[in-house]
Every structure is written in structure tokens, then in C-alpha cells.
């Protein structure tokens, strides 16, 4: 089986209640932290790390999502025209090859592991990626590529993995590994969302994953979970059945949860801080907010 990871799945079906009313009409995905929507981070780090072919699993409404990545000739020969070299250059990032980028549908919102599947075909036999848009992370290295270069070493199947709070283990899928264990650790199990004080460790797993295609049958086969979801959790709790490896990563660098408002709000600040055009401004600004609400209090 080969350790190369050409392919990536992004599951971006997802109805984004969280975010409502703005998801009402917006894909979740095209809201941005600063200037750069969301699904813009995650196909830089996919490309980062070598990913190739982009797969992406929409639903209704998602229409935005398809233009993003398309050319766009007005916009393009309008910035030409008045000379606007950068901001051409900010676009190329957006454009994908023909044929590079794929959209298949689920058209009912079933679970992650559901939207998984429905890549099946465009996955054929080989193995790969996803990545959730909603957990964007900084660091030196993009997650990806560090969970590629260690997958050359281990194959199988790699979950990256944090350590979360105990009492924030029941929102999480939480890996039954050593907390104290390598980066790079087999696992014993998986459970989604464990009941409080359940939880076989802190390891919360995180929005990157790399599968072998056998994640496909199990997920054929799958039948509601947790939350009456299909989840892929339960798909890759299989594979460590089967007696397959499946190893959690943790991955050096800062994740957001950009799902929910807090975890948005927090990377927006965070990556426009670390923008030379802006950080100056907001950092004076967040300075005189805080002061004047503490001498208010
Ligand atoms: P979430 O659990 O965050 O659900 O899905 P959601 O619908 O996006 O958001 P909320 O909870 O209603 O606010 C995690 C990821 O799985 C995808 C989502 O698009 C998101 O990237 N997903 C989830 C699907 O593609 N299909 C599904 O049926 C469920």
C-alpha cells in the first residue's frame, strides 16, 4: 500500500447551525478570518502537503463555494486592466486546476461519517485526507504536512490529536491512548463524546485525519452513532477492531475551533494580530477596549 497522500476529502455539507442566521444564505466555509475564507486556510494546507486532488463533499446552498475556486475573467481583466498586480496575485491562490477539484453531493446532512462516504468512488483505493474546514490551525508547519511526513514512517491510519480540559472531553471523539505517550502513538480505541467523567484520556481528536481506503467498507456498513449521526470515529474505532493501525498525532501548533462563535471570534483576533497591515491597529485598539471597560468596572 503505498504511503503517498495524494487526495483530500473536505466534508462541507454540513448544515452550520451554530453560525444561523448568517449560514442561512452563506456557506459556513466562505466566512473569513480576516480577508481569507475559511476553506481558503484549509486548501493552502492541503496543498502545503502535497495534496493534489481536492474533494469536496457539498450540499445544497453551496453554490459559493464552487464560484470561490472558479476563474472569475471579469474581476481578473478589470484588476489587469488598472495595473492591480497584487491583488492578481492574491487571486491566483484561488484558482484550481481543471480537474484538480471535485464536487460530489450529500443530500442529506447524515454525519461526518456519512459525507465521508459519499467520496467513496472519487477515493478509489487509495489512501487519504480529510479536513475540516471549521478547525483551522497555526503553526510553523502546516498539521497536514506533519502528519504526512509522519504517515511515510507509520501508514495505517493517523488522527491528529490535542489535549483538551477533562471536563471538555464530552464534546470531543477521545482516544484510548497514553496521555503522556509519543507524538506519534498507537491507539486502543475511540469513543465519541463520552459521558462525563468516562473519557479514556484528554486526547480530543482534531479536524485532520489519514485513512486507508478500508474506512470506506466500514463506513458501507455504518449505522447511526452518537447524536444519530453516522460517525466517522466509529469507521476508524473499526480499523483498530480489525486489528489495523491507527495511530493519534499530536501535531505542534494552535488550533481554533471555528465552528462555534467563541473559537471564531478568537482566531480572527489571532490572525489579524499577527498581520503586518492590521496587527498594530487592532493591538492599540483591543488595548484601549480593555482599559476602558476595567476603569468602568
Ligand atoms: P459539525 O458537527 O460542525 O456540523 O460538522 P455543522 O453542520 O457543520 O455545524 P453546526 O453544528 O450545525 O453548527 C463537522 C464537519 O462535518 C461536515 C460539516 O460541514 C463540518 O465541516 N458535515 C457534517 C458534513 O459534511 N455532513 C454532515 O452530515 C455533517
Given at each position: 500500500?503505498?504511503?503517498k497522500?495524494?487526495?483530500a ?12 442566521p ?5 456557506p ?5 478570518l480576516?480577508d ?31 464560484d ?35 464536487y ?18 472519487l477515493?478509489?483505493s ?9 478547525d ?17 514512517d ?5 488522527v ?18 497514553d ?6 502513538m ?45 460517525q ?13 493501525p ?12 471555528c ?15 499577527a498581520?503586518?497591515?492590521?496587527g ?18
Open positions: 500500500m503505498t504511503r497522500v495524494t487526495k476529502v473536505f466534508p462541507v455539507a454540513g448544515l452550520g447551525t451554530r453560525f444561523l448568517a449560514t442561512k444564505s452563506i459556513k466555509e466562505i466566512m473569513t480576516v481569507r475564507p475559511l476553506i481558503q486556510y484549509a486548501i493552502d494546507e492541503a496543498r502545503e502537503a502535497g495534496i493534489s486532488e481536492f474533494i469536496f463533499v457539498t450540499s445544497r446552498g453551496k453554490n459559493a463555494l464552487e470561490y475556486f472558479d476563474a472569475a475573467p471579469e474581476l481578473e481583466a478589470s484588476l489587469e486592466e488598472k495595473g492591480k498586480d497584487q491583488l492578481m496575485k492574491v487571486l491566483e491562490r484561488t484558482n484550481m486546476d481543471s480537474g484538480a477539484i471535485a460530489i453531493r450529500q443530500n442529506r446532512p447524515l454525519g461526518l461519517g456519512h459525507a465521508v462516504w459519499c467520496a467513496r468512488r477515493v478509489g487509495e489512501p487519504f485526507a480529510v479536513i475540516l474546514t471549521d483551522v490551525i497555526a503553526g510553523d508547519v502546516p498539521c497536514l504536512k506533519q502528519m504526512v511526513d509522519a504517515y511515510a507509520t501508514g495505517g491510519a493517523m491528529a490529536a490535542m489535549e483538551v480540559a477533562p471536563e471538555k472531553t464530552p464534546a470531543y471523539g477521545i482516544l484510548d491512548a496521555d503522556a505517550g509519543p507524538d506519534c498507537p491507539i486502543r480505541g475511540m469513543v465519541e463524546k463520552p459521558a462525563p467523567g468516562t473519557a479514556p484520556s484528554n486526547l480530543a481528536v482534531i479536524g485532520r485525519y489519514i485513512l486507508p481506503p478500508t474506512v470506506m467498507d466500514s463506513l458501507t456498513n455504518a449505522t447511526a452513532g452518537a447524536g444519530g449521526e453516522i466517522l470515529t466509529d469507521a476508524i474505532a473499526k480499523e483498530i477492531e480489525a486489528g489495523r491507527v495511530n493519534g498525532f499530536r501535531f505542534k501548533g494552535e488550533r481554533f475551533d465552528g462555534s462563535k467563541a473559537g471564531y471570534l478568537q482566531a480572527t483576533v489571532a490572525f489579524a494580530l498581520r503586518e497591515d492590521l498594530d491597529e487592532l493591538r492599540d485598539f483591543l488595548h484601549r477596549t480593555l482599559a476602558m471597560k476595567t476603569a468602568a468596572e
